[in-house]
């Protein structure tokens, strides 16, 4: 089986083969120290995920982020800088995650392959739950068999809950997410909410999404 | 005492010496002018009764019948009354005009002589209608004073607590500027000398904004610096000790190096402000973040019931977990000394962490979560850092003294199942 793809983007050349060392045991790595060169290797081969140190010699980390925002490559940001971490997740919000340095290898190890993971489930264009089944490519779901139809807001809103189950999602996200720049409310949040919880509750799948009181919503991993 | 009552004061002082030095200069002018008056007119009759007597006017009348109050008296030499009108009494002699009582009135009275009998005139004014008016005007004066110092004061308060409400503004926003980011206090009035101080707080503010910028970023560098390294010596020292288990010395190094990587977190935790980020909250099981922090301190007892699910970060969540069961080793001296017990409940979750090292004194119970108050070895950041990370997440961290001498620790966190809103389908269900 071809082995997948990891972009280095770290200027600390020990740190950068210590992480090559590490992540080459299950992955192809390239190492670049700069930004400009990331984005170059980024935009002329095919990365499953980029592992990009937000500070740079030559441009700002955040910058090469935005830009890599409509890449394939999933990415995992390493910063010492709290703040910047935080604008980027507010960038991304679920889509890239992050690593505060320094850190323990094994930490970063566990969000990489977390990372590999969801990504290799997502390729199979179908995310579960026990018996609820959503087939992101193919636009349906489906509750032991039977179809329930969604809208494209709450297809959406499942589709995002299901990818990260266990993550609470607060109003605010689900916004920007299902809405993006649009000005609309928590209120149509909650609407959307509402409609998925009673179509999935008539086909008898019971409580999916739960609401976490003045924090936001919650779809709970089934347990096996 | 209030800037505002002090203006008040000094305005209403300040109205009634107006008040009363105007009021005294009106009444004494009148009662000066009036008994001036009343002093002419007596006069006159007593210069016009003389001329008739010396030299009758066929016609004329000693007293206008009109006037009321109003008394003559011809005496002659012997003292007796040869004639009078409008009083029958002798009339006393004096020798300028002069005011008396008379039957219960008072009277301005005054004298001549009659000269071509030796005796003499005397004329009586009743001037109790003019006293009385005199009275009222003393009696109004006093009250519309009063009343205009009332008002004044009235007025000097009202416009004393509107002219200074400015102030009152300036200080409450000044009161809720936030020590961590000052603002810059909004004024968007008129006043000059409010104006003049909410600038010079600005100034300040902003200076002190400025300054804990720099010491910020400064902090940033530095944990930049580190960070590398960090991760470097902590990562080869644990990769050598896994090709080398027995070797003492390097297993010291690597625990060593495990203990500045975490130190190293908590302090950089502080100096980036991360505990005002908003938390990446996700379902988190602490039993999965205690077994994990237990293997890195192997001897440590463990005693957890579970699952224990909580909405939280699980990466903040693993930091506390990790300070208190760091904290106990240090206190006992050995992993083996510490007790960690997990209580999974309905409403919360109750973590315990109890060492058998020295215990901690009345102060240190008090102080213990403190930042900079040291106990044994640690760095006296990491017990604050979790008390901060604990109330971040609905917690609440308390220390005691264990049961065997030592300290006990305990976090509760709200369960799950707190958490969960009960009416999921909105009534439909």
């Not at chain 1, 050349?13 to 170059?40: F, H, I, M, P, S």
């Not at chain 1, 039977?146 to 499942?158: M, V």
């Not at chain 2, 010496?17 to 004494?28: K, P």
Request: charged share 25%; with cysteine.
């Amino acid at each position: 089986m071809r082995r997948e793809r990891v972009l280095i983007v770290e200027d600390d050349a020990r740190l950068a083969e210590v992480l090559a060392r590490e992540l080459g045991r299950g992955y192809d790595t390239v190492v670049v120290g700069t930004g400009r060169e990331a984005l170059v290797r980024a935009e002329t081969e095919a990365f499953a995920l980029v592992l990009l140190d937000l500070n740079l010699p030559d441009m700002d980390g955040i910058v090469v982020a935005e830009q890599l925002e409509g890449n394939d490559a999933d990415v995992v940001m390493l910063t010492a800088r709290g703040d910047l971490a935080s604008r980027v997740r507010g960038l991304y919000a679920g889509a890239a995650d992050y690593l505060s340095k320094p850190f323990q290898m094994e930490e970063l190890l566990a969000r990489v392959y977390a990372r590999m993971r969801s990504r290799a489930r997502a390729r199979t264009g179908v995310v579960e739950r026990g018996a609820l089944t959503l087939a992101t490519e193919e636009r349906w779901c489906a509750f032991e068999g039977a179809r329930i139809d969604l809208s494209a807001q709450e297809f959406h809103l499942l589709e995002l809950m299901l990818e990260n189950q266990g993550r609470v999602f607060s109003k605010d996200t689900l916004v920007d997410r299902l809405y993006g720049a649009a000005d609309v409310g928590p209120n149509a949040v909650e609407a959307v909410v509402s409609r998925v919880r009673k179509k999935l509750d008539a086909a008898g799948a019971g409580t999916v999404v739960e609401t976490i009181r003045g924090l936001g919503y919650l779809v709970r991993p089934e347990v096996a | 005492m209030s800037l505002r009552a002090l203006v008040g004061l000094g305005v209403a002082l300040l109205a009634l010496l107006v008040v009363a030095s105007s009021s005294g200069l009106a009444y004494g002018w009148f009662v000066r002018e009036q008994s001036a008056e009343l002093r002419r007119l007596l006069l006159e009759d007593v210069a016009r009764v003389s001329a008739l007597l010396d030299a009758p006017v066929l016609g004329a009348a000693f007293v206008d019948p009109a006037t009321p109050g109003f008394a003559v008296q011809i005496v002659g030499a012997d003292g007796g009354i040869v004639l009078a009108w409008g009083r029958d009494e002798l009339l006393p002699l004096v020798t300028q005009a002069t005011q008396v009582h008379l039957s219960g009135r008072r009277h301005l009275i005054a004298s001549a002589p009659w000269r071509g009998a030796g005796g003499t005139i005397r004329v009586a004014h009743d001037i109790e209608a003019a006293m009385r008016t005199r009275a009222d005007l003393a009696r109004s004066l006093g009250w519309g004073g009063a009343l205009a110092f009332l008002a004044s004061t009235l007025v000097a308060l009202v416009v004393a607590r509107w002219s200074l409400r400015p102030l009152e503004l300036v200080a409450e926003r000044a009161r809720a500027v936030d020590p961590e980011a000052p603002q810059t206090i909004p004024y968007a009035g008129r006043s000059h000398e409010v104006r003049a101080l909410t600038d010079a707080l600005n100034a300040t503010l902003t200076a002190i904004r400025e300054r804990s910028r720099r010491e910020r970023t400064f902090l940033l560098e530095i944990a930049h610096e580190l960070a590398a390294p960090l991760t470097l010596v902590h990562y080869h020292l644990t990769a050598l000790r896994r090709e080398r288990p027995a070797d003492a010395e390097l297993r010291s190094a690597a625990d060593a190096a495990q203990e500045l990587l975490h130190t190293s977190q908590d302090l950089l935790v502080l100096a980036r402000g991360e505990l005002e980020r908003p938390l990446d909250l996700a379902l988190v099981d602490l039993r999965d973040l205690l077994e994990r922090v237990v293997g890195e301190y192997p001897g440590v007892r463990c005693d957890a019931a579970g699952p224990a699910p909580v909405i939280g970060d699980a990466d903040r969540l693993m930091q506390v977990v990790r300070n208190l069961v760091r904290n106990g080793v240090q206190a006992a001296g050995r992993p083996e000394g510490v007790q960690v017990t997990l209580v999974a409940g309905a409403d919360e979750q109750l973590l315990r962490v109890e060492d058998d090292g020295p215990g901690l004194d009345a102060e240190a119970l008090v102080r213990v979560f403190e930042r900079g108050f040291r106990r044994g070895r640690g760095s006296g950041v990491g017990l604050t850092i979790s008390k901060d990370l604990v109330e971040q997440h609905g917690g609440r961290i308390a220390a005691a003294s264990g049961a065997g001498g030592g300290a006990r620790f305990e976090v509760r966190l709200p369960s799950l199942a707190s958490r969960v809103a009960a009416d999921d389908l909105g009534g439909e269900a």
